[in-house]
């Protein structure tokens, strides 16, 4: 059964960074579209970064300071968080795309994704 694990989080400062890691399991080949996305309590779970072999995708708040690295080994995504924002407080998910690619008209719709780890939080405070 594939599965996707998410660890990582936890409570840090502004301006701290982090990194988040996504363990695959039970997958037969590596995904081709893989994505980050958040949620804060009470708003919907927003894309922030996914990646393909041949795009990486960010959504504007996190440009420049959210990096998919691109050694991954084919059972982990991580998400290498920089300067981070209190307003990055949330739990992270990652997500795969049953799809040959990310697109950019939709890297960051959830409705897109069809399977989904558990969730990390990640606090930051001033």
């Known amino acids: 059964q594939e599965r996707l694990a998410e660890s990582g989080g936890g409570s840090v400062q502004a301006g701290r960074s982090l990194k988040l890691a996504c363990t695959l399991s039970?997958?037969?080949?590596?995904?081709?579209?893989m994505a980050w996305f958040r949620q804060v309590p009470g708003q919907d779970r927003t894309g922030v970064a996914s990646?393909?072999?041949?795009?990486?995708y960010y959504t504007e708040s996190v440009q420049g300071r959210f990096i998919i690295p691109r050694n991954n080994p084919d059972t982990t995504l991580t998400l290498q968080i920089n300067s981070l924002k209190i307003e990055d407080t949330a739990v992270y998910y990652c997500?795969?795309?049953?799809?040959?690619?990310?697109?950019?008209?939709?890297?960051?719709?959830?409705?897109?994704?069809?399977?989904w780890g558990q969730g990390t939080q990640v606090t930051v405070s001033s």
């Open positions: 997500a795969e795309r049953k799809d040959n690619y990310c697109y950019s008209h939709d890297f960051d719709v959830a409705e897109r994704f069809d399977l």
């Open positions: 039970g997958f037969r080949y590596a995904p081709d579209c």
């Open positions: 990646i393909d072999a041949w795009n990486t």
